[in-house]
């Protein structure tokens, strides 16, 4: 079997100190599903367990299954605990994961310092 019969797909992981949201697009970047955990029923402060992130992992890759990818690239932005969480759920169901790249934003300078007090 060649690796260009099965379908690709991109997996975006947005991982936030409140919540985490993953979308499952095709190459195109049309979007086929997408999974927080507020959707999956999560209130609160348990929307920012691995518990959460491990549902939403799980419905994902059950997602992709249906759909009939196999092969994956995954971007993650954010930090959080769920993003590490929701790769090892997704490797674990039979999902082939071709890259992982992190797009979380960095500061390149931050802000002003005040000025020095003057007297």
């Given at each position: 079997?060649?690796?260009?019969?099965?379908?690709?797909g991109?997996?975006?992981?947005?991982?936030?100190?409140?919540?985490?949201?993953?979308?499952?697009?095709d190459?195109n970047?049309?979007?086929?599903?997408?999974?927080?955990?507020?959707?999956?029923?999560f209130?609160?402060?348990?929307?920012?367990?691995?518990?959460?992130s491990?549902?939403?992992?799980?419905?994902?890759?059950?997602?992709?299954?249906?759909?009939?990818?196999k092969?994956?690239?995954?971007?993650i932005?954010?930090?959080?605990?769920g993003?590490?969480?929701?790769?090892?759920?997704?490797?674990?169901?039979?999902?082939?994961?071709?890259?992982?790249?992190?797009?979380?934003?960095?500061?390149?300078?931050?802000?002003?310092?005040?000025?020095?007090?003057?007297?």
């Amino acid at each position: 079997m060649k690796i260009y019969d099965f379908n690709y797909g991109i997996i975006y992981i947005n991982s936030t100190f409140n919540n985490t949201v993953s979308t499952l697009t095709d190459l195109n970047g049309n979007t086929i599903g997408w999974f927080s955990s507020g959707v999956l029923g999560f209130k609160g402060p348990k929307k920012n367990t691995s518990l959460a992130s491990q549902s939403i992992s799980e419905k994902i890759s059950f997602l992709a299954i249906k759909k009939n990818i196999k092969i994956i690239d995954v971007y993650i932005k954010g930090i959080s605990i769920g993003k590490e969480t929701i790769l090892r759920i997704i490797n674990n169901c039979g999902i082939y994961i071709r890259s992982i790249t992190d797009i979380t934003p960095l500061p390149y300078n931050g802000c002003r310092k005040k000025k020095k007090r003057r007297v």
